[in-house]
């Protein structure tokens, strides 16, 4: 396979790529379709590179969906830190004009290189965060307040909150008169989430397990889980959405939209997903 450069020519590497991913990746562009506009502008506001960090991952093209993807990561970095790109058998020189040539001579000859994932944050791809869990890719997060139609004012239940991402894009949705209350069992990335999502005045991050939801603040208008479990118990939750509220969760299959009608709920699924496992009393 050989790497066209003029195919990444006019794009930014910056969250334009992640807003064009979000537009057009077909996956969930067939269980929902099309995006609303004001997800899309919303993953645009939130930089994902301020969400993780210097964890080192490792490329090769086997493991990369195709040598473009790699190519195009390699090539779209810009800046002085793209030095600390690590390429076997090359030597970066100091601009990025040196690096897209060492990379060039590698790529051809079945490259691996060894990422910082903070460089890597631009791309539509789940990165790890620590703890055995990941950052999500932006156009499942996408897909996902898409389909919960989140609006200003809104008051949300997140459970499992990661690095933050995920919860910075909603709380982007519901706007300053909302509130989102996100849930983290591991400690650990409860205080980087806090951290993360401090210029948030609309969020707060628990350390908790919310596997059974957090009723203090409920009602919800919606509640969202971004972790998995077969054994899940949605009827724990019920008393904590309002009438006509959402619960989003996923199984080890599909995603499960279960909307309040009473005391039962209506029942919609979206396709195939993989999640980390939830863990927790309801899990």
């Given at each position: 396979m050989?790497?066209?450069?003029?195919?990444?020519?006019?794009?930014?590497?910056?969250?334009e790529?992640?807003?064009?991913?979000?537009?057009?990746?077909?996956a969930f562009?067939?269980?929902?379709?099309?995006?609303?506009?004001?997800?899309?502008q919303a993953?645009?506001?939130?930089d994902?590179?301020r969400?993780l960090d210097?964890?080192v991952?490792?490329l090769?093209?086997?493991?990369?969906?195709?040598?473009?993807?790699?190519a195009a990561?390699?090539?779209a970095?810009?800046?002085?830190e793209?030095?600390?790109?690590i390429?076997p058998?090359?030597?970066?020189?100091?601009?990025?004009?040196?690096l897209?040539?060492?990379a060039?001579?590698?790529?051809?000859?079945?490259?691996?290189a060894?990422?910082?994932?903070?460089?890597?944050?631009?791309?539509?791809?789940p990165?790890?965060?620590g703890?055995?869990?990941?950052c999500?890719?932006?156009s499942?997060?996408?897909?996902?307040d898409?389909?919960?139609d989140?609006?200003?004012?809104y008051?949300?239940?997140?459970?499992?909150?990661?690095c933050?991402?995920?919860a910075?894009?909603?709380a982007?949705?519901i706007?300053k008169?909302?509130?989102?209350t996100t849930v983290e069992i591991v400690?650990?990335?409860?205080?980087?989430?806090?951290r993360?999502?401090r210029e948030?005045?609309?969020v707060?991050?628990?350390?908790?397990?919310g596997?059974?939801?957090y009723a203090?603040?409920?009602?919800?208008d919606?509640?969202?889980?971004?972790?998995?479990?077969?054994r899940?118990?949605?009827?724990?939750?019920?008393?904590?959405l309002?009438?006509?509220?959402?619960?989003l969760?996923?199984?080890?299959?599909?995603?499960?939209l279960?909307r309040?009608?009473?005391?039962?709920?209506?029942?919609?699924?979206?396709?195939?997903?993989?999640?980390?496992?939830?863990t927790?009393?309801n899990?």
């Amino acid at each position: 396979m050989t790497y066209d450069p003029s195919k990444y020519a006019d794009l930014s590497y910056s969250t334009e790529w992640l807003v064009r991913a979000a537009a057009t990746n077909r996956a969930f562009l067939d269980l929902k379709s099309p995006r609303d506009p004001r997800v899309l502008q919303a993953i645009g506001r939130v930089d994902r590179r301020r969400f993780l960090d210097d964890t080192v991952v490792t490329l090769n093209h086997a493991q990369a969906e195709d040598l473009d993807r790699l190519a195009a990561t390699l090539f779209a970095i810009q800046g002085a830190e793209s030095s600390r790109i690590i390429i076997p058998g090359s030597k970066p020189g100091p601009t990025a004009n040196d690096l897209r040539i060492s990379a060039i001579k590698t790529l051809r000859n079945l490259t691996v290189a060894s990422v910082p994932v903070r460089e890597l944050a631009y791309n539509d791809v789940p990165y790890p965060i620590g703890y055995e869990m990941s950052c999500s890719q932006p156009s499942l997060v996408a897909f996902m307040d898409d389909v919960l139609d989140l609006q200003p004012g809104y008051n949300i239940l997140e459970v499992g909150a990661g690095c933050g991402y995920h919860a910075a894009v909603t709380a982007e949705l519901i706007g300053k008169d909302g509130r989102l209350t996100t849930v983290e069992i591991v400690p650990g990335l409860a205080v980087k989430a806090a951290r993360n999502l401090r210029e948030y005045e609309n969020v707060n991050v628990l350390d908790a397990d919310g596997s059974r939801g957090y009723a203090q603040n409920s009602p919800y208008d919606r509640i969202y889980f971004t972790a998995g479990s077969k054994r899940f118990d949605p009827f724990y939750l019920i008393n904590q959405l309002n009438e006509g509220g959402i619960l989003l969760y996923p199984d080890d299959k599909a995603f499960n939209l279960l909307r309040r009608k009473g005391n039962e709920f209506s029942r919609e699924q979206f396709g195939n997903v993989v999640f980390t496992p939830l863990t927790g009393e309801n899990a």
